[in-house]
């Protein structure tokens, strides 16, 4: 009898002893057993020993419109560092973009417009031409955020405008006196930040702001709980030396201060909450930290994330197959860089 026309039970059974590689080569063995190994079910085991691949903990698939064999090569790709190199979009004016993947539309800001891409469905690849373009500020967008129904965009103008995405109606809030730095929405709340040293809470029902915060220093970055009951707010850490705070949404009120003796100048650029109790935020202390509201608030949700050669502009979170986090963060110098939240890594100590 022929390996391949074992009962299936059995194959399962002696492939499940195989790693990736030897499944690979089995694969090339012939017609029946490349069918075979290809199925979903001979890489789930190997599946969630990856990163990134759509497995969770409770074995539940996020994503089984994508052959798991597929996912395992994307995910080693990733951990080997394997690439390619190209530029979806190039233009001449030097920008530093802010950019926001919603689905198959690539959301990228270009000066004072907002561009709306499609991703080819098949190559995934970028449409050279927008398919919408969102305007109205006077300068150029410095943070937007997207939502189901609408687009909110913060400008150096000052000006908050809000971009139906379905009537392409536009709302503008006015509140502000300088550039808005950084902007947040979820559930028709919308927190901003400002250099004119703001935070404001705004709501769809109005053109005004709800409260106004005073800050004492430039806010750099801000977000929204998914609970909608608290928010961080991020600041330059020149004039207050507490740049990350927790703020009750109702009372307008700070809840706690995260971490104790930044340097002066250590401002936070980017925040993003994993859960409702934990968040990452990075800035120009070139560091990534991982914070558990549930612990003492001025203590690290165990250590920090490694140290980067450059300022860290902004972080992203991707799940994982053990719900654990990774961070994709972007530098100056180098575009982006893949870490495991599971691993632990030397940061300066936080009291």
């Given at each position: 009898?022929?390996?391949?026309?074992?009962?299936?039970?059995?194959?399962?059974?002696?492939?499940?002893?195989?790693?990736?590689?030897?499944?690979?080569?089995?694969?090339?063995?012939?017609?029946?057993?490349?069918?075979?190994?290809?199925?979903?079910?001979?890489?789930?085991?190997?599946?969630?020993?990856?990163?990134?691949?759509?497995?969770?903990?409770?074995?539940?698939?996020?994503?089984?419109?994508?052959?798991?064999?597929?996912?395992?090569?994307?995910?080693?790709?990733?951990?080997?560092?394997?690439?390619?190199?190209?530029?979806?979009?190039?233009?001449?004016?030097?920008?530093?973009?802010?950019?926001?993947?919603?689905?198959?539309?690539?959301?990228?800001?270009?000066?004072?417009?907002?561009?709306?891409?499609?991703?080819?469905?098949?190559?995934?690849?970028?449409l050279r031409n927008p398919f919408q373009i969102y305007s109205g500020h006077q300068g150029d967008v410095c943070r937007f955020a997207v939502t189901d129904s609408n687009l909110i965009s913060g400008g150096s103008d000052g000006?908050?405008?809000?971009?139906?995405?379905?009537?392409?109606?536009?709302?503008?809030?006015?509140?502000?006196?300088?550039?808005?730095?950084?902007?947040?929405?979820?559930?028709?709340?919308?927190?901003?930040?400002?250099?004119?040293?703001?935070?404001?809470?705004?709501?769809?029902?109005?053109?005004?702001?709800?409260?106004?915060?005073?800050?004492?220093?430039?806010?750099?970055?801000?977000?929204?709980?998914?609970?909608?009951?608290?928010?961080?707010?991020?600041?330059?850490?020149?004039?207050?030396?507490?740049?990350?705070?927790?703020?009750?949404?109702?009372?307008?009120?700070?809840?706690?201060?995260?971490?104790?003796?930044?340097?002066?100048?250590?401002?936070?650029?980017?925040?993003?909450?994993?859960?409702?109790?934990?968040?990452?935020?990075?800035?120009?202390?070139?560091?990534?930290?991982?914070?558990?509201?549930?612990?003492?608030?001025?203590?690290?949700?165990?250590?920090?994330?490694?140290?980067?050669?450059?300022?860290?502009?902004?972080?992203?979170?991707?799940?994982?197959?053990?719900?654990?986090?990774?961070?994709?963060?972007?530098?100056?110098?180098?575009?982006?860089?893949?870490?495991?939240?599971?691993?632990?890594?030397?940061?300066?100590p936080l009291s």
């Amino acid at each position: 009898m022929l390996f391949s026309q074992l009962p299936e039970d059995v194959l399962y059974h002696v492939v499940s002893f195989l790693d990736h590689r030897s499944l690979c080569r089995l694969s090339q063995v012939c017609k029946s057993m490349h069918r075979f190994v290809n199925r979903d079910a001979v890489w789930r085991k190997i599946a969630k020993e990856f990163l990134n691949t759509g497995i969770t903990r409770d074995g539940t698939d996020i994503y089984p419109h994508i052959p798991l064999k597929d996912r395992v090569k994307t995910a080693q790709n990733w951990f080997n560092g394997v690439c390619k190199r190209a530029s979806p979009l190039k233009w001449k004016t030097k920008l530093l973009p802010w950019l926001q993947l919603d689905g198959d539309t690539l959301f990228l800001s270009q000066a004072a417009n907002i561009g709306a891409y499609h991703l080819h469905q098949g190559t995934r690849r970028l449409l050279r031409n927008p398919f919408q373009i969102y305007s109205g500020h006077q300068g150029d967008v410095c943070r937007f955020a997207v939502t189901d129904s609408n687009l909110i965009s913060g400008g150096s103008d000052g000006k908050i405008l809000v971009h139906n995405r379905r009537n392409h109606v536009s709302l503008e809030l006015s509140g502000h006196n300088q550039e808005v730095n950084c902007i947040d929405s979820k559930d028709g709340l919308i927190i901003s930040g400002s250099r004119d040293r703001t935070v404001r809470i705004w709501t769809l029902t109005s053109s005004s702001p709800r409260d106004t915060i005073p800050m004492y220093d430039r806010v750099w970055s801000v977000a929204i709980s998914p609970t909608l009951s608290s928010f961080a707010t991020g600041t330059a850490c020149c004039e207050n030396f507490s740049p990350l705070l927790i703020w009750n949404v109702e009372r307008s009120a700070c809840v706690c201060s995260l971490g104790s003796e930044f340097r002066r100048g250590a401002g936070v650029l980017d925040i993003i909450f994993e859960s409702p109790f934990q968040l990452f935020t990075c800035g120009y202390d070139t560091f990534i930290r991982l914070w558990d509201l549930r612990l003492s608030p001025r203590v690290l949700a165990g250590v920090g994330f490694d140290h980067h050669p450059d300022v860290l502009l902004c972080v992203s979170t991707l799940a994982l197959q053990a719900a654990l986090p990774a961070a994709a963060s972007a530098e100056r110098d180098q575009p982006h860089r893949l870490q495991r939240g599971s691993q632990q890594f030397s940061a300066p100590p936080l009291s």
